[in-house]
T-cell receptor
Framework: DAKTTQPPSMDCAEGRAANLPCNHS???????VYWYRQIHSQGPQYIIH???NNETNEMASLIITEDRKSSTLILPHATLRDTAVYYC????????????FGTGTRLTVIP | DAGVTQSPTHLIKTRGQQVTLRCSPK?????VSWYQQALGQGPQFIFQ???????QRGNFPDRFSGHQFPNYSSELNVNALLLGDSALYLC???????????FGEGSWLTVV
């Protein structure tokens, strides 16, 4: 079962930062936070992941709270092509490490 | 650098038939997983193959089976198709069982 809670939908104005929250209050010490997104009718696309430190790559930034019970994915300058369903997933790096997808957040970028 | 590739992209089968879906992992990857995504839902894990053996399995009946070949490519077989098997079938690959998982674009299966 999914171990994360995300808002079902969010809107963001084009060019503004999109901040997508995720609650994972039961996360274990050896579980990473992964973010994927799925644009309509396509396969999920890996965005970023982290354990406890904030992470940044060419797509996004991931901010994890100090207690690791929640995180925020930040798309710094949202474009229309960022409209998608965003999934926050906790995943252990040892043993059973398949991905459990919840219902995600449907982000709509508005022109 | 080729990503995860799947075939066919779309197919239609009749209830009771059997289907085989194929997947080539991302270059350098040796672990393949399969997911089923019904319309409006998130992907659900079917099983994972590593070193040509099924390593993990989700809550799917034995009608769902798979295979991994020495070149790391994989097949998903579904027997005795039901209308409820209509879904997007996603293949994903990684280097080993612990690293980041990358997905293909999927195979759309419609059972009529």
């Amino acid at each position: 079962d999914a171990k994360t809670t995300q808002p079902p939908s969010m809107d963001c104005a084009e060019g503004r930062a999109a901040n997508l929250p995720c609650n994972h209050s039961t996360i274990s010490g050896n579980e990473y936070v992964y973010w994927y997104r799925q644009i309509h009718s396509q396969g999920p696309q890996y965005i970023i992941h982290g354990l406890k430190n904030n992470e940044t790559n060419e797509m996004a930034s991931l901010i994890i709270t100090e207690d690791r019970k929640s995180s925020t994915l930040i798309l710094p300058h949202a474009t229309l092509r960022d409209t998608a369903v965003y999934y926050c997933i906790v995943r252990v790096e040892t043993g059973a490490n398949n991905l459990f997808f919840g219902t995600g957040t449907r982000l709509t970028v508005i022109p | 650098d080729a990503g995860v590739t799947q075939s066919p992209t779309h197919l239609i089968k009749t209830r009771g038939q059997q289907v085989t879906l194929r997947c080539s992992p991302k270059s350098g990857h040796d672990t393949v997983s399969w997911y089923q995504q019904a319309l409006g839902q998130g992907p659900q894990f079917i099983f994972q193959y590593y070193e040509e053996e099924e390593r993990q399995r989700g809550n799917f009946p034995d009608r769902f089976s798979g295979h991994q070949f020495p070149n790391y490519s994989s097949e998903l077989n579904v027997n005795a198709l039901l209308l409820g098997d209509s879904a997007l079938y996603l293949c994903a690959s990684s280097l080993g069982v612990r690293n980041t998982i990358y997905f293909g674009e999927g195979s759309w299966l419609t059972v009529v």
